[in-house]
């Protein structure tokens, strides 16, 4: 199975100020179609996940315009410009493209400084 | 709107089975992928497999081989997780997940129920 490993594991931020969160896979996750099926989630407190970003750096209707995703083949970075209080909570990377056997990283936990 | 509703909380004995619902609305349940995505206490999320509600074909991860059954019920958009056999550390939110379009590959994972806690005590 593809192994997807985060850092940071945890990571206090200041308000205000960017944060970063690394991906990377043991595998390229270019698929035969072309596209990278690698997608970011959100779970906060108490919360079921909430997907943030699709096929890398697609952003899902309603997620602000803060939070952006990039990278290719194996590295990619999932980006909040400027943290806000409601983005406390666990950030998740996850796998599709090997997708009879779909992957998650083990999670980021973002907390405020 | 897309909505999963899962069934409630379950508390179960070693060894038992137990039986997650998840009714989709919004959408033609039998057109999309559905996944099954289970997070242990303080843990990360953990994927199980899928069912595709249009053939009703499933995969699932090897460890649970001979354990799970992902099932549905097109006539009320249903779809349905069945672990058996339980033990301590089956103890977990399993969650629902919807996944691609049921006609191509299942690459992706968008709208998730609201999870349902299953209990493993003695």
Excluded at chain 2, 34 to 55: E, K, Y
Excluded at chain 2, 77 to 91: G, H, K, V
């Amino acid at each position: 199975d593809v192994v997807m490993t985060q850092s940071p594991l945890s990571l206090p931020v200041t308000l205000g100020q960017p944060a970063s969160i690394s991906c990377r896979s043991s595998q390229s996750l270019v698929y035969s179609d072309g596209n990278t099926y690698l997608n970011w989630f959100q779970q906060r407190p108490g919360q079921s996940p909430r997907r943030l970003i699709y096929k890398v750096s697609n952003r899902d209707s309603g997620v602000p315009d803060r939070f952006s995703g990039s990278g290719s083949g194996t590295d990619f970075t999932l980006k909040i410009s400027r943290v806000e209080a409601e983005d406390i909570g666990v950030y998740y990377c996850m796998q599709g493209t090997h997708w009879l056997a779909i992957t998650f990283g083990q999670g980021t936990r973002l907390e405020i400084k | 709107q897309v909505q999963l509703v899962q069934s409630g909380a379950e508390v179960k004995k070693p060894g038992a089975s137990v039986k997650v619902s998840c009714k989709a609305s919004g959408y033609t349940f039998s057109g999309y992928y559905m996944h099954w995505v289970r997070q242990a206490p303080g843990q990360g999320l953990d994927w199980m497999g899928w069912i595709n509600p249009n053939s009703g074909g499933t995969n699932s991860v090897e460890k649970f081989y001979g354990r799970v059954t992902m099932t549905r019920d097109t006539s009320i958009s249903t779809a349905y997780l069945e672990l058996s056999r339980l033990t301590f550390d089956d103890t977990a939110v399993y969650f629902c997940a919807r996944g691609t379009l049921a006609v191509a590959a299942n690459t992706e994972i968008d709208y998730w129920g609201q999870g349902t806690l299953v209990t493993v005590s003695s």
